[in-house]
């Protein structure tokens, strides 16, 4: 007869209980980012890109294998890969450009 082992907890699983207490802060109590956390070098409100800021499709995964595909195939995916890529970019240069336009003009 077999006997399945009891959980430490009941309902929640032992890897659980372990990557509760992983947290590391970034910022004190008051908001303030605490010294020695890396900052964007870009803009001073971070890296942040919002949904709707983002292309409206973003396709699967970024490594394509060219196994199993035609060269028109394995082309094409690349090329969308690649526009989506640059929308991305787009996208997050444009959201620093604007937030250097709000700067400058409620001076």
Request: hydrophobic share 30%; with cysteine; glycine share 6%.
């Amino acid at each position: 007869m077999h006997q399945v082992p009891k959980d430490p907890q009941p309902g929640v699983h032992p890897k659980a209980t372990m990557s509760l207490n992983a947290s590391s802060f970034v910022a004190n109590e008051r908001g303030h980012i605490l010294p020695g956390i890396p900052k964007s070098k870009r803009s001073p409100f971070g890296e942040f890109v919002g949904t709707w800021d983002l292309p409206k499709k973003i396709p699967g995964p970024y490594h394509v294998h060219p196994m199993g595909r035609t060269e028109k195939n394995f082309n094409a995916l690349c090329s969308q890969r690649d526009q989506t890529i640059q929308e991305m970019e787009k996208a997050r240069v444009y959201a620093k450009e604007e937030s250097f336009v709000h700067r400058t003009s409620d001076k």
